[in-house]
C-alpha cells in the first residue's frame, strides 16, 4: 500500500517541511493541512505549505489516508480529539514528537478506533512557525518509526516508504527504547544548553552585552540549541520525565567525575574523556550527520 491523501495537522517547522516535501518528492499525493492559528493557516497559504489548508480540523483530514500529527506533546489530545469527527476509518494516524510512549498513549486513548504508528523525524532547526519550513529539511536524517504490537506490517512498510521518499533513512524499534535513547542524544543536550545559557545570562560579573559580544563557538551553539521552541520543549521535558531524569543523574555523576579531576589536576582523566567523545564526533561526521568544515562550516563575517 502507499499513501495518496496526506493532512497535516500543525504547519510550522516540521509539519511544514512535510508539505513542501511532499509536493517535491510525492507530486502525485494530495496534500490538506490545518493549525490552530489563524495567522499561521494565512501564512501556509501564502507559501503553499499544502495543497489546500482548512479552517477545520475535521475538514482537513476528510479523505486522508495518513493523518500526521505536528503539534506539541501537550496539544496532541485536543488535537486528536478536533480530528476525531472527520478522520476516514481506515487512515493512519501519526505523528512527529521527540517522545513516543506518552504521544502513543495519548492517541490511542483519544482514538482508540484507528491505527496509530508513531513517528520520529529526528531533524529541525532552531526556528519554528510556517516560514521556517523546507523540503529538504528530511534529507539524510533519521527518522524513528515506532509501531505499537499488533500494528499492520503494510501499514508500517507504507509510513517507512513516506519517510523514505521524503529524503529520511528510516529505522524502527520499541517506544520505551526510543524515549530512552533520546533522552541522551537529544533531550539532555537541550537541557543542558537551556541552563548554561541562562547561567551566562545571570551571571553578575558579566553583563549581557558581554556574555552575546565575546560569545565563543561553542557558546553559539549552546544558545541556537537554546533558541529552540519553549512550548516543545517543555513538554518533552514534561511527558519524558522519568527516562530525562534517569540519564540526568547519570549525566550528574559524570559531571561530578570531571569537576574532581580538575580539582585535583588529573590531565590524563580528562585526556582519556576528551579522546574518547572526539571519536564520537568524528564517527557522527562520517555518518553524514553533520558538517566536518572547520568551525561548523560558519562563513566567516565580511571584510
Known sequence: MS???VAIIGLGLIGGSIGLAVREHLPGVTTTGYDLDPQVRARARERMLADAVCDDPAAAVAGADLVILCVPVGAMAAAADAIAPGLPPGAVISDVGSL???IGRTL???LPNHAIIPAHPVAGTEHSGPDAGFATLFHQRWCIVTPPAGADPAQVAALVAFWESLGAMVETMD???HDRVLAVTSHIPHLIAYTIVGTASELESVTRSEVIKYSAGGFRDFTRIAASDPTMW????LHNREAVLDMLDRFLTDLALMR????ASDGETMF???SRTRAIRRSIVALGQDDPRPDFGRQPPPG
Open 234 to 237: 517543555r513538554d518533552v521535558f
Open 272 to 274: 582519556d574523556v576528551f
Open 3 to 5: 499513501f495518496q491523501h
Open 100 to 102: 513516543k510512549e506518552a
Open 175 to 177: 517506544a520505551e527504547h
Open 260 to 263: 574532581e579531576a580538575i580539582r
Open 108 to 110: 490511542a486513548e483519544r
